[in-house]
């Protein structure tokens, strides 16, 4: 059960959990209000001696990821992710923050609280209302400080000034001009060890701050730059626009990928992109104007690349990008690369596994390109959804248009399933073996099928399967061609054959 806090109390992080991997969570709501929640890392004097550990939405982690800005998670407003044991010694003190952005006072405040998340249950929460508070406009809420051990405080004391008096409580203060750059936010998966959206208690009322699954409410924001510090690349203002009244809240749409959180997700081009709009494309009904609290920042905040995670980061539902290392190359279908960063050699991979997976004997002919040196590769492949399987010293089936990429260090064999009425006379599919993963690409969102006793699947439909699944070709005798999405097709499919616990990845479209 978590412990509940009042303002003034204190406790031992150890006395509340013994992990140090931590999720804190912020939530506030106020009719009309719109909320900028950030957190400072401080030194021993209380000072932000370094600008790099100022987290907020223009900058969301430190150099080392010891603190990493989240968004709006499991009914929060805003999230964070809190590594104790990567905080370097010279940050003494995390100060939790929220400013009103825009006109307002914390006594307007309906209801709002601070909780620490561990091993995905609650442990601590600190529960407020604008009863505590009067016409201050930035508050501290609550902060994580260093004595002897990590502790934990309920603070509550606010400044009238806004985000200016917090900063200058903090040894900076806002420059008067504005740096011209503009930076997108980036958007963070939230950590597995995060409460699930069910776990967490719904928000007394609907909140404005923005959420990345849908229109966020007008926001002026002024990104702070710290005098007496150096700025860190990437902080930058995005141009002001005039204070508005908040757009009605949208519902989001919902996804969640493989292996993945729970979280809001809008699709490119979804309907309601602004509102007051009707429909998306075209039609009869007249599409009311672009409201201007739209700006940029606001638009683009739910495309932002997501930060690192591992290796491989599913970025949305078509988009992957992989990490690369010197000496840890990638194998991807040759012309994959959308985009890259960093210093990136692509070479053409002209013999062994190429050899054996092109030409016109295979029907489903695929180039594969080396992928090597130090960055970051984006692959997609015609709007395909991709899907990172990853393997430790597992084997996986996949067939040969299903692959997208894969380590190099993966051992892989390719293999032919004989058959008349398949592609080019065989279906041939790639066995993956050792440690590493294997991007897969689908047309549709894809079906896991255990296999069975009689189990059977459209040769030009399946994808993936465990290697302890066997395959074989059959003749369909009690099924018409009709059955098929291709009436042309000859009536044939492949037979899965296997002890409990193989499945087959079934694709909702025919090659």
């Known amino acids: ?70 968004g709006a998670q499991a009914g929060d407003t805003e ?156 902080i930058g203002t995005p141009p002001g626009v005039p204070p508005q009244a908040p757009p009605p809240p949208t519902s989001p749409h919902m996804f969640t990928p493989p292996g993945a959180g729970a979280q809001t997700f809008a699709p490119p081009g979804a309907p309601g992109a602004f509102p007051g709009q009707g429909q998306p494309f075209g039609g009869s009904t007249v599409l009311a104007p672009v409201p201007p609290e739209a700006n940029v920042r606001v638009v683009l905040t739910k495309y932002a690349e997501a930060p690192v995670g591992d290796r491989w980061t599913e970025q949305n539902p078509q988009l992957v990008r992989a990490t690369l290392t010197k000496g840890a190359p990638i194998l991807a279908k040759q012309g994959s690369m959308v985009a890259y960063q960093g210093d990136i050699d692509f070479a053409h991979k002209g013999s062994g596994l190429l050899g054996k997976l092109t ?68 279906l041939f599919s790639m066995l993956f073996s050792g440690t590493g993963a294997v991007a897969v690409k689908t047309r549709g969102v894809p079906v896991v099928i255990p296999v069975g006793p009689a189990t059977y699947v459209d040769g030009n439909a399946v994808i993936a399967w465990s290697a302890g699944a066997q395959a074989v070709t059959t003749t369909a005798l009690r099924l018409r061609r009709s059955g098929y999405s291709r009436q042309t097709s000859e009536a044939v499919n492949l037979q899965f054959r296997g002890a409990p616990g193989n499945f087959v990845v079934v694709q909702p479209f025919e090659v």
């Open 79 to 234: 999230a964070f992710r809190v590594s104790l044991d990567k905080i370097p010694p010279q940050i003494q003190k995390l100060s939790f923050t929220a400013t009103i952005d825009g006109a307002g006072q914390m006594s307007q405040i309906a209801s709002g609280y601070v909780r620490i998340v561990a091993g995905g249950e609650e442990v601590a929460r600190y529960a407020f209302d604008g009863g505590e508070f009067s016409t201050e406009r930035a508050v501290m809420l609550g902060d994580f400080y260093l004595k002897d051990v990590w502790r934990f405080a309920a603070v509550g004391q606010g400044f009238d000034g806004g985000l200016d008096a917090l900063l200058k409580n903090f040894g900076g203060e806002v420059a008067e001009e504005e740096p011209p750059a503009q930076a997108v936010p980036a958007q963070t998966q939230a950590p597995t060890f995060a409460p699930p959206p069910q776990a967490a208690p719904a928000p007394p009322a609907p909140a404005p701050a923005p959420n990345f699954g849908a229109p966020a409410a007008p926001s002026v924001h002024t990104a702070p730059t710290i005098v007496g510090t150096t700025p860190p690349a990437g």
């Open 359 to 426: 030409g016109a004997l295979t029907g489903q002919g695929m180039s594969l390109m080396r992928c090597s040196g130090d960055g970051e590769v984006f692959l997609a492949d015609e709007a395909s959804r991709v899907f990172v399987i990853r393997l430790q010293g597992e084997q996986l089936y996949t067939s040969a248009q299903g692959v997208l990429a894969f380590d190099e260090a993966l051992d892989t064999e390719v293999r032919r399933i004989e058959g008349a009425g398949l592609p080019g006379g065989g």
């Open 1 to 70: 059960m978590a412990r509940e806090f009042q303002r003034g109390h204190k406790a031992k992080i150890s006395d509340l959990t013994a992990g140090t991997d931590l999720y804190v969570g912020v939530q506030i709501s106020g009719p009309g209000l719109t909320f900028d929640i950030s957190c400072f890392g401080l030194d021993a004097d209380e000072r932000l001696s370094d600008d790099r550990y100022f987290i907020f939405f223009n900058q969301p982690k430190s150099p080392e990821e010891s603190i990493q800005l989240l």
